[in-house]
């Protein structure tokens, strides 16, 4: 065990956990939007834009998050077309590409917590709601809304663990994240149980503040109080 | 088209390859996986605290901390721990261990906690009175759990064992960085050389959208032969 490796290490890779929190923290915030906004197409009548969302979100299910990643970053740059556009500004950071694709993926997995929230709102709620003539708008923003994210909260809770997790993919378009500097680390040192050490341990405090912080909502909006 | 032709010419037979050993390597972590489920499941149902213990932080640990970093810790560490093991029986020669066996045991490990957690589900939701009336009825431990406990859990574990062999397949993509050519590394080797990475990934996509879409299929089926007669 080399313990002067794992003090001098451990301020690097807390540096770097800030661009892992960075990149986390914006793809959870676009991804619930994109996750909502598909939940809803989910729940439409018209088949075609079911299908679609149905879509979406079995491709982006179904395949590894570094295949996502590595079409975004690499392969998209490729369309001459799209390197005229004002995409190109963002498109060429691996920062952005990386956070458009961890948005897309988490928003597949987010549609369907939530689609899967909606669908167990009992419908008495709903018709209690229009008895007492609230409007179809108010009821789902007021009543739907509110309940399916409470639904939702552990689920959403794993969720968010996992897209942590996921943002280690970063490291493989070039970006310093805490994997990237945990590899960068153990690749110039060869000491790999140290750094893992840290860097897991760095991870592991991320997944048991998450978890409490879901365990502590879940209790605070819980029916039954 | 002409770039996935088969032989000299295309990556068609370098892709089916490349595809048969992703099938290979998540069947293997998967095996891998249970191996290590049917160590850990009996640890975290003890009745000994110090043993849960142990489940407990095998479990915590993996479910918490990247696939990758777990991944970069066997790819590097992996030939050091057994270089240190075999110094121990007095052999000093480099041993490497190739990519195959890095990359299932990384995995399988990773795959092994998902599995734990899913026994310990299925075997914690059997009703208690099914352990008793076993063990009034005078059948041997093995029996018990053989005859038992294990056709009941299967039932109740398929559904998850289905979601966790989802993940082990998409994992294998991570071993790409060890050198394995396995599905996403032929892509990357063949982006890199026609320099038309759009195409081989979205390719890649597709193999692994086939991949799972196949094995959901078959899956299905197994859930309905385990859960007949309910």
Redesign the interface.
Known sequence: MDFDLMITSFPKLLGATLVTLKLLSASLFFGLFLGLFFAILRLSKNTFINKFAYGYS??FR???????I??IY??????EYLRTTFLWVILKEPYWCAIIAFTLNTGAYTSEILRSAFQTIKPGIIEAGKSLGISNKIIFYKIQIPIAIRQSLPAYGNEI?LM??????A??VTLMDL?GV??YI??TT?K??EV?IV??GI??FM??IIHNVIKYLEKKYSFQQ | MELLAFGKTGWGDELFYATLMTIAVSITAMLVGFLFALIFTPLKLSKYKTLNLVGNFYT??I???????VI??FF??GS?AIMYVASIFGYYEYIEINAFITGSMAIGIISGAYSTEVFRGAIQSIDKGQFEAAKVLGINKFGQFYKIILPQMLRLAIPNLSNVW?ITL??T??I??TGLVEI?RQ??IA?GST????FF??F??VL??LL??ISMKLINKLEVKYSRGY
Not at chain 2, 195 to 198: A, G, I, K, W, Y
Request: charged content about 10%; hydrophobic content about 45%.
């Open positions: 079995y491709i179904g395949t590894p998050l570094l295949v996502q590595f079409i690499f392969g998209l740059g490729q369309i663990i942590m997790k996921g943002t280690s993919l490291s493989t994997t945990a590899k153990i690749s060869f790999p149980i893992f860097a897991g991870y592991l997944t048991f | 915590t640990v479910r918490g901390v990247p696939e990758l970093l970069y810790l590097f560490g050091g989802q998409k994992d993509s991570l790409s960085v996403m892509s990357y982006a320099r038309d990475p759009l990934y979205s890649a996509a692994y959208l799972t879409y």
